[in-house]
């Protein structure tokens, strides 16, 4: 988890809030969170691996920071690429 949620073209933090991948819109309730607020308390558990610094660790563990999804890249699952690999 750590490593995927270090991955910046899909998840951190920038100017205008939290940023992940859609995977934790799609599936929240596996994550057992079912709203917004859910997802950022199970995200704050990770704010190491989300800030670049502690000026977001703090943003993150210490305010209802806003969270958009990032549009998910379909070609990951393509047949080629899980053939290629």
């Not at 057992?32 to 190491?48: D, F, I, L, W």
């Not at 958009?68 to 899980?82: A, E, K, Q, V």
Request: glycine residues 4%.
């Amino acid at each position: 988890m750590v490593s995927f949620l270090h991955d910046r073209d899909k998840n951190g933090i920038a100017e205008k809030g939290l940023y992940l991948s859609k995977i934790f819109d799609w599936y929240a309730e596996g994550f057992k969170q079912s709203n917004e607020a859910g997802v950022r308390k199970y995200m704050r558990q990770y704010a190491q691996a989300l800030a670049h610094n502690e000026a977001q660790r703090q943003r993150l563990t210490e305010t209802d920071i806003a969270i958009r999804y990032t549009d998910y890249n379909w070609l990951l699952n393509s047949r080629s690429r899980l053939q290629r690999d």
